[in-house]
């Protein structure tokens, strides 16, 4: 085996044993805290200081809420964890024009009030345990 067909024969070992993929996609963002918890997920998802989600997103399971965003059921089967929390992280990297706020950046933000500056909307922790709600939405 030369060096070439050995990277190969590491990258399928890699894929097939542990589920890693040999190269991060463009899309998609390492964890940013401890392991998140989906039930205080849920708790981000609906509440309506922090995320809000429900503003935008209807979920299963979840009565009342906007449509202004798609419906993330089946969100958990469509897209990794590492994929979805490089959206909620910042929605603009996949679409400038989205409507749906950054939730986990501070920079080149606009109209943002004093009391906010410098914070993100979302701590690491919450992205991680909202990552972790919407993972279980197969
Ligand atoms: C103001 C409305 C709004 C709010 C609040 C909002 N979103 Fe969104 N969200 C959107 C829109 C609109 C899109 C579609 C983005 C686009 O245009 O590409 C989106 C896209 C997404 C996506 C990608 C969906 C897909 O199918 O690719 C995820 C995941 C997501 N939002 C999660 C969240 C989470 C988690 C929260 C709360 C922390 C949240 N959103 C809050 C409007 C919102």
Known sequence: MN???RGWAVAGLCVVALGCAPLPARDEQGP????????????V???????????????PGVAVA????PALGGIGSRLTPAQIRFRVVDITRVNPDA?????HRTEGLSRVAAQHAGRPVLSAQQVEDVVAYLATLR
């Open 45 to 59: 998802f609906v509440a309506r200081e922090g995320g809000h989600c429900v503003l935008c997103h209807a979920a």
């Open 99 to 103: 409507v749906m706020p950054a939730f």
């Open 66 to 69: 906007g449509d202004v965003g």
């Open 32 to 43: 940013l805290a401890g392991a998140g918890d989906a039930a205080r997920g849920r708790a």
């Open 3 to 5: 060096a070439d067909e």
